[in-house]
């Protein structure tokens, strides 16, 4: 059997809208008619929506817990005016993104109203890798210590270690032109998901770099 709930204004359910029950038993329903509701977004860094992400609403009739949809956005009803905060579950935020720096939003709503929160993961990006010239006398590649990678576009320099390491933490997604001591030598490209990209730089032997070669 199933038993419908309808009105003409508009609800929401505080309890589970379906529930299975044996013959004779008693089933009780929680039901909201809201007088405000909040607006709540998940997104990346690259303004992507993120589903699935809880949010956690508390309020002067206590806390509860919602989910973004496919969107990244979930509707939160409140019963009455008030002050809320709204935070983001960190235990429903897919590995990889960063979840130290959030931090709850406060909102106050008056009966009738709706307002928008949005919040933002960063997704952790990271570009690694070493520089290498090729050794004539030993016939192999080597590390260079002391060299200079920079990013153009980002501003952003990095000199390699003994072991001609270099790293670049905290990446935006795009394409980046690579620069070893001042001169071009290829692109690298981050997507927007997660990820730690690893890049070898491999360079002529006894030259600081041949724009757009490689040995």
Known sequence: MQIRFESPRSFWYTTPSKVSAEADAVVDFGVM???AQIIGYAVDDAGLALPDIGMLIAGPRGKRTLVTDRTGACVIPVEEGGSYEVSVNAETVPDGYAVEDLRPASVSLSDGESKKIS???????????SVQTYDTARETYVPVAGATVELRGLNRISS??????YVFRDMPSGTFTVLVNGQRYDEVELSVAPQVLRHEIRLRPLTSVQPGQKP
């Open 33 to 35: 008619y809201p007088s």
């Open 160 to 165: 390699t270690n003994g072991a001609g390491g």
């Open 119 to 129: 919040f933002t993961l960063s997704a952790i990006r990271a570009l690694v890798g």
